[in-house]
């Protein structure tokens, strides 16, 4: 298996609704990533874990807060989100810590918070 | 922290020409470079990387080239088909140990058939 898979693959909440996202990999990677991509920008990156722990998390405000509950899944949990939170949300993992192999990324959630 | 510049910003060729894209990179710790195709809709897909002990690097129609010294590195594809049309991504990364990836702004390349 050499896929990142995430769902669902299209979300729409309201800004009191309270939904998760998820992603899974059976690659054996020990680092996973979240990123948002808003419409022809680069991926910005929102949070990195390593080895199951928190390691980088980019100032991202706590609406969004991530979990990582084994070394294949990584979620999303989403909580009050505004409108300009619309974006395409990617997973990514690479092996251990390094991106020395490049990041597999999942297909993306396309969130629209109305 | 690193920065990523990357030209032109829109691209257009005629199908079985050639395309290059320029990446510029400011930290000299940087030694990974990948390039990821994006089509519309889709996931960034890795097509190409280079280390920084690596001068060039091909596979089939795509080539990527790094001159350390000047602190750039490119992306050539050769013989364009309508299928390379996509939006291209630099990257750079200062590899072992290094969680990020700083991404060029992208170039929005088409193919004319």
């Known amino acids: 298996d050499t896929e990142v898979t995430q769902t669902p693959k299209h979300l729409v909440m309201g800004m009191t609704n309270k939904k998760s996202l998820k992603c899974e990999q059976h690659m054996g990677h020990r680092a996973m990533y979240w990123y948002k991509q808003k419409a022809k920008k680069p991926p910005e990156l929102m949070f990195v874990y390593s080895y199951e722990k928190l390691s980088i998390n980019e100032s991202v405000p706590s609406r969004f807060s991530p979990e990582c509950p084994n070394s294949s899944l990584l979620n999303l949990h989403l909580h009050a989100l505004q409108p300009e939170d619309s974006a395409l949300y990617l997973c990514a993992s690479s092996p251990e810590g390094t991106t020395n192999y490049g990041y597999t990324f999942g297909s993306g959630t396309r969130l629209t918070v109305v | 922290g690193e920065n990523v510049e990357q030209h032109p910003s829109t691209l257009s060729v005629q199908e079985g020409d050639s395309a290059v894209i320029k990446c510029t990179y400011s930290d000299s710790a940087s030694n990974y470079f990948p390039w990821y195709k994006q089509e519309l809709g889709k996931r960034p897909q890795l097509i190409i990387d280079?280390?920084?002990?690596?001068g060039e690097k091909k596979d089939q129609r795509i080539a990527v080239t790094l001159n350390k010294t000047a602190k750039h590195f490119s992306l050539h594809i050769t013989e364009t088909q309508p299928e390379d049309s996509a939006v291209y991504f630099c990257a750079a990364s200062m590899g072992a140990g290094s969680y990020q990836l700083t991404f060029g702004k992208g170039t929005k390349l088409s193919v004319i058939p």
């Open positions: 280079i280390r920084s002990n690596v």
